[in-house]
């Protein structure tokens, strides 16, 4: 496995990636408009995607055919990841490791890293959980992101 940059050509890999997530969106939100067109406040899953991109802010786990097995994207300016999403037919745990090991590697250890997760019981949104608490992440408190109400994690200094 290793890590390559998300490329304009990859953003259906991405979406097809976050298609699989839906069904714990729904858990909380019927409605997956505003989690996926954005609102007043925030841009288009399509508008993220493109900046995280243009930023190169945005890396997947690959084999060695260019198979996707996970993605991850961060916020330099903001010292956040900002996207953890790894399909469900991998493994959640090692791919998992992978990619946020490469994220904090590209973030500033000397500030907080935050992450927004899912507020699910399912057992992979339980997995991502398993393995930010592997990383030092503690819950801080619960947001919005897209009208959806997730658990934002804080990894201190």
């Excluded at 996926?36 to 055919?65: H, L, Q």
């Excluded at 904090?104 to 500030?111: I, Q, V, W």
């Amino acid at each position: 496995m290793q890590i390559k940059n998300v490329g304009f050509e990859d953003t259906y890999k991405w979406m097809l990636l976050s298609k699989e997530y839906d069904e714990y969106v729904r858990e909380t939100t019927s409605d997956l408009t505003e989690w996926y067109e954005g609102g007043d406040t925030s841009f288009s899953f399509d508008e993220y995607m493109e900046r995280r991109i243009r930023r190169n802010e945005a890396f997947m786990a690959v084999d060695e055919r260019d198979e996707c097995y996970g993605i991850i994207a961060i916020s330099r300016d903001n010292n956040n990841i900002t996207f953890f999403g790894t399909f469900h037919k991998y493994d959640t745990l090692s791919v998992g490791d992978f990619l946020i090991r490469y994220a904090l590697s590209e973030l500033d250890a000397n500030k907080s890293i935050k992450i927004n997760e899912l507020k699910s019981n399912s057992r992979q949104i339980q997995k991502n959980y398993a393995l930010l608490d592997k990383f030092g992440f503690i819950y801080q408190d619960e947001v919005l992101e897209n009208g959806v109400p997730v658990n934002c994690m804080v990894k201190n200094p």
